[in-house]
């Protein structure tokens, strides 16, 4: 695995001390050691790891982790190549076809080539109980979130937020940087999705739309079939 980027050194650095960040990380030495949670240990902070703050150009926020074996490798939404893809990353490649009028690979799920072009696939919750969905929902982890948020907005970069879902929607309390762009919809699971709101959403467009306009590099988002 790559080396931390300077500033998320800092990061971690900086809060290490706090009373929440030294309960969330007994916590996980607990939970990991007594029983089966997901992702591995070394892949918690991979969303960290592959996209440097330094160049961070949008954020998606997750909520917790898949809870099935082999499926969750530290980063929202990516399950590794050969492992079917789940129904919310079906949708997403959905709207992706949508707004460029292209076929996505929609057999591979592994996002990793997002991460490295500084889209960071974050969850709310990084860690998860096999089998037991939102069973690492605790207070330490909101706040640490909320740590990550505050310090994402602090940089000058211009950067594009996509919050997607009523639990991501309240993140925006937490971003007051005017160089950021913020879109809402609702989650791409199908049971949100099918109701309305996320297909035609033109969110990948209107990313990439944002990122030329500040002369940055835009995402390229799909694999071509």
């Not at 080396?3 to 030495?29: A, M, Q, T």
């Not at 969303?47 to 499926?71: M, R």
Request: proline share 8%; charged share 20%.
């Amino acid at each position: 695995m790559s080396e931390l980027s300077p500033k998320w050194v800092h990061f971690f650095h900086s809060i290490k001390g706090e009373e929440h960040c030294v309960s969330l990380n007994n916590f996980l030495d607990r939970e990991y050691k007594e029983h089966v949670c997901y992702p591995p240990r070394h892949l918690l902070f991979n969303a960290f790891y592959l996209t440097p703050l330094e160049k961070v150009k949008v954020v998606i926020i997750g909520q917790d982790p898949y809870h099935e074996p082999g499926q969750a490798m530290g980063l929202s939404f990516s399950v590794p190549q050969g492992v079917r893809v789940p129904p919310s990353l079906i949708n997403i490649y959905k709207e992706i076809e949508n707004e460029y009028h292209i076929l996505c690979d929609k057999t591979n799920g592994d996002l990793t080539y997002l991460s490295k072009q500084g889209v960071m696939l974050l969850n709310a919750i990084l860690s998860v109980r096999s089998h037991q969905p939102m069973s690492h929902n605790i207070p330490e982890y909101q706040e640490f979130l909320h740590d990550v948020f505050k310090y994402i907005d602090e940089q000058p970069q211009p950067i594009v937020f996509l919050l997607w879902g009523g639990p991501a929607k309240k993140l925006k309390k937490y971003l007051t940087n005017p160089n950021h762009l913020i879109l809402e919809s609702v989650h791409p699971s199908p049971l949100a999705a099918n109701k309305g709101g996320w297909f035609g959403n033109n969110h990948f467009r209107l990313t990439n739309e944002y990122l030329i306009k500040h002369n940055l590099e835009p995402i390229d988002w799909y694999r071509k079939q």
